[in-house]
T-cell receptor, first 111, second 115 residues
Framework: KQEVTQIPAALSVPEGENLVLNCSFT??????LQWFRQDPGKGLTSLLL?????REQTSGRLNASLDKSSGRSTLYIAASQPGDSATYLC??????????FGGGTRLMVKP | DGGITQSPKYLFRKEGQNVTLSCEQN?????MYWYRQDPGQGLRLIYY???????QKGDIAEGYSVSREKKESFPLTVTSAQKNPTAFYLC??????????????FGPGTRLLVL
């Protein structure tokens, strides 16, 4: 059974820093790896989806990488802003768009 | 969360009571999902449906029931058998039930509290 772990659970950084969020998964037979953002008390918003055949995806200041062989994905946020403060969740898709979620990283960017 | 509505935003349940959470979508998506989120944790799958009149149990289906009579609607009932129902409940949809390329789209959630 797929297990997804995110480290760290919480992170606080000053505005402007570049930062990396980590995601690891136990079953490398994934279709894709997805990153979501969740604001407090809200639903999830999809940020990036990396297919199993891809190494990375970029959207604006966000870059996500995937290493299937080591069971790892990272989300890189460049030049962080207070508006980036949220919880970031990764999810592994093993079959039929069934997602297994990590516990999330709660990010706070201080002005 | 455009196109997916969940109601109510907050729901209070009394001891021994069944309550129903609504999820409606106008995205014409085939698949719909229900997740539970506990504080500081990720999402766990309760039930999912890939087609009308069919649904499957997820990882934590005990104490919950669903129906899928219409493509647009996938209500979740939290029964009295669910002893710890306090959580944030999220409904999601996706265009096709089995695909490698599509993400899931989430509603705004319902917070269930026990009185």
């Amino acid at each position: 059974k797929q297990e997804v772990t995110q480290i760290p659970a919480a992170l606080s950084v000053p505005e402007g820093e570049n930062l990396v969020l980590n995601c690891s998964f136990t079953d490398s037979a994934i279709y894709n790896l997805q990153w979501f953002r969740q604001d407090p008390g809200k639903g999830l918003t999809s940020l990036l989806l990396i297919q199993s055949s891809q190494r990375e995806q970029t959207s604006g200041r966000l870059n996500a990488s995937l290493d299937k062989s080591s069971g790892r994905s990272t989300l890189y946020i460049a030049a962080s802003q207070p508006g980036d403060s949220a919880t970031y969740l990764c999810a592994a898709n093993n079959a039929g768009n069934m997602l297994t979620f990590g516990g999330g990283t709660r990010l706070m960017v201080k002005p | 969360d455009g196109g997916i509505t969940q109601s109510p935003k907050y729901l209070f349940r009394k001891e021994g009571q069944n309550v129903t959470l609504s999820c409606e979508q106008n995205l014409n998506h085939d698949a719909m999902y229900w997740y539970r989120q506990d504080p500081g944790q990720g999402l766990r799958l309760i039930y999912y449906s890939q087609i009308v009149n069919d649904f499957q149990k997820g990882d934590i289906a005990e104490g919950y029931s669903v129906s899928r009579e219409k493509k647009e609607s996938f209500p979740l009932t939290v029964t009295s058998a669910q002893k710890n129902p306090t959580a944030f409940y999220l409904c999601a949809t996706s265009p096709v039930g089995s695909t490698k390329k599509e993400t899931q789209y989430f509603g705004p959630g319902t917070r269930l509290l026990v009185l």
